[in-house]
């Protein structure tokens, strides 16, 4: 990789998080939607219930539409090669990276909305460009359905109920819309939309990125060995997401000069990281800065880390965050209580891993244990357990 001469890449417009901004266009959608379902109420029966019209519009409206979206995306997303890894939805955790699914519940991640898929085989030159139309053609399918219902049949009769239904089935399919609305904003958001990701896989090596970023999801919930990449430069969404397991392949070499230098890298495009990834580079620093004895450089690299974000350090999800979790805690916190309960969900987490781990299982529990003696070590006063 080239060397950089700046600290971070400039940012262009489509770079910046737009979803504040972008919230005012959606509170603002679902008000003229409501002024122009209220005029339509000359249209309506008096005996019609008001009440009915507006809140059962907007509750099936959304709900049916999210619904009626997101199984566009399945079909699609069949068609092109792919399958389900994860849904994440109003807590529920349905994890698919086995090919059977695993239901947990978390109801920490309540407000989290997610569908992940995965290419069959782990094929990373499937083209993913279906997946994000297929929602937007089902929505198509929906108001084309709604607008023949309504002229085609309701309004054949203007003032009976068939008609009351037909105008309380286009209003919530316009309510609906908040859904495919959200996805055809090409601005970045807080999580990437259907367009962003349209416009973001034109190039071949960035279906190819997309694909391993995609498959080694997978990996982490199965525990499988996670595919590096290897391309000329990494300045695009998810060419640049793929750096981190180029930092994880040679940190778990003892390639500690190119691990540095692979987040060097990724600080740099750290413009295409999102809000709640950013957080890496620095808790990354802090376990280099630990592990060639640095510890003033270490706090200083934690210390960087938004308040708000430290949480990710402290209390990982993902495997590879452990060995970070325990130097901080131990180190930083000295926090016997929380060491305590980080060991626990570790060996939890190992042993959902099944009797037989992969390499990178193994290697993730060697470094992990590692760090833990290396606290253990230099924090006497906290007398840790041995393991």
Not at 112 to 137: E, Q, S, Y
Not at 310 to 324: A, M, N
Request: one cysteine or more; proline letters at 3%.
């Amino acid at each position: 990789m080239e060397e950089k001469k700046t600290k971070e890449a400039p940012k262009k417009l489509l770079d910046y998080n737009a979803s504040w901004p972008l919230t005012l266009l959606y509170i603002g959608f679902l008000v003229g939607v409501y002024f122009a379902q209220n005029y339509s109420l000359k249209f309506i029966t008096k005996d019609f219930s008001n009440y009915a019209y507006y809140f059962v519009a907007i509750l099936s409206g959304i709900g049916v539409t999210f619904l009626f979206y997101n199984l566009g995306k399945i079909l699609f997303a069949r068609i092109a090669g792919y399958r389900i890894n994860y849904i994440r939805f109003a807590g529920l955790f349905i994890d698919n990276s086995k090919g059977t699914a695993k239901v947990s519940y978390d109801i920490t991640q309540f407000f989290t909305l997610a569908l992940r898929f995965t290419p069959v085989d782990d094929d990373t030159k499937k083209n993913p460009t279906l997946i994000f139309l297929g929602g937007l053609f089902f929505e198509a399918l929906l108001i084309i359905f709604a607008l023949v219902f309504l002229f085609g049949v309701a309004l054949q009769n203007p003032f009976s109920n068939i008609a009351n239904f037909g105008w309380t089935f286009l209003f919530a399919v316009c309510y609906g819309f908040l859904t495919p609305l959200y996805e055809l904003i090409p601005f970045r958001q807080d999580l990437p939309t259907d367009m962003f990701n349209l416009l973001s896989t034109r190039e071949n090596d960035d279906k190819v990125a997309f694909n391993i970023c995609r498959i080694n999801e997978r990996r982490e919930l199965s525990g499988e060995v996670f595919l590096v990449p290897e391309f000329e430069n990494y300045d695009s969404f998810y060419k640049t997401h793929t750096l981190y397991y180029l930092y994880l392949m040679n940190l778990q070499s003892s390639k500690l000069e190119k691990a540095f230098s692979v987040l060097e890298e990724m600080k740099y495009y750290s413009k295409y990281f999102l809000e709640d990834e950013r957080y890496i580079t620095s808790a990354e620093t802090v376990y280099l800065k630990f592990l060639i004895d640095d510890e003033p450089g270490a706090n200083k690299a934690y210390l960087s880390i938004k308040k708000d974000e430290r949480k990710y350090v402290t209390d990982p999800i993902d495997l590879t965050g452990y060995r970070i979790a325990v130097l901080v805690l131990a180190s930083i916190h000295s926090d016997k209580e929380a060491v305590a309960k980080l060991l626990k969900n570790f060996d939890s987490l190992v042993a959902s891993y099944g009797q037989e781990p992969s390499t990178r299982v193994k290697k993730e529990i060697e470094t992990f244990n590692s760090a833990y003696r290396m606290v253990k070590k230099h924090k006497t006063d906290l007398d840790l357990p041995e393991r």
